[in-house]
């Protein structure tokens, strides 16, 4: 499976974005899509998303409240939004889909980047 | 500071075997959940490298291996070549979180 990401995004603090992921090339299952991101100078981040088969998805703590993540079978397209967005935020964002019933991240997408400034 | 620990760096020359660790405990690693590891390339998106302890995905060379014990893995990188160079993630699942966790992340350099 081919993703593919929407383009950089420019943000004020305290607004939301919302980054795209479209799949092709084989069967998209929207209870597979994850988020996880690099801040400037540091490591992979989980965000959030469909680790279970079956549910709703799951959230890393710090960004409980203020994250969103869906898909969209019938586009084959998996979403992030983030709200109340703060300078800490900027990041390259980069979808993955899990494999199966597994925890492995076996497709990635080539990331967003967002930069949060006034 | 990452549930999972893995060294900040590790180098070697071309043609060496180097190691990189990835700590865990009891709630992810201990638990006898799996670990699985990607290669970052600058300006690229991970890729992954190991999955299910010890198993590559068809195109990885087998210079390429991992292992994992108690609460512990680790990603073993025979015979050095200079296009390795890179930042090596290790991942897991923590039943404690109920979260996708990530290692630090280990930047190999290749002298």
């Known amino acids: 499976v081919q993703l593919v990401q929407s383009e950089a995004e420019m943000k004020q603090p305290g607004s939301s974005v919302k980054v795209s992921c479209e799949a092709s090339?084989?069967?998209?299952?929207?209870?597979?899509v994850n988020w996880v991101r690099q801040t400037p100078g540091q490591g992979l981040e989980w965000v959030g998303g469909?680790?279970?088969?079956?549910?709703?998805?799951n959230y890393a703590q710090k960004f409980r409240g203020r994250v969103t993540i869906t898909a969209d079978e019938s586009t084959s397209t998996g979403y992030l939004e983030l709200r109340s967005l703060k300078s800490e935020d900027t990041a390259i964002y980069y979808c993955?889909?899990?494999?199966?019933?597994?925890?492995?991240?076996?497709?990635w997408g080539q990331g967003t980047m967002v930069t949060v400034s006034s | 500071q990452s549930v999972l620990t893995q060294p900040p760096s590790v180098s070697g020359a071309p043609g060496q075997r180097v190691t990189i660790s990835c700590i865990g405990s009891?709630?992810?690693?201990?638990?006898?959940?799996?670990v699985h590891w990607y290669q970052h390339l600058p300006e690229k998106a991970p890729k992954l490298l190991i999955y299910?302890?010890?198993d590559r995905p068809s195109g990885v060379p087998d210079r390429f291996s991992g292992s994992k014990s108690g609460t512990s893995a680790s990603l073993a990188i025979t015979g050095l070549q200079a296009e390795d160079e890179a930042d090596y993630y290790c991942?897991?699942?923590?039943?404690?979180?109920?979260?996708?966790?990530f290692g630090g992340g280990t930047k190999l350099t290749v002298l």
């Open positions: 991942q897991s699942y923590d039943s404690s979180l109920s979260n996708m966790v």
């Open positions: 090339g084989g069967t998209f299952k929207s209870n597979t």
């Open positions: 299910g302890n010890n």
């Open positions: 009891s709630s992810n690693l201990g638990a006898g959940f799996d």
């Open positions: 469909f680790i279970r088969v079956s549910g709703t998805p």
């Open positions: 993955a889909t899990r494999v199966g019933a597994t925890t492995i991240l076996g497709s």
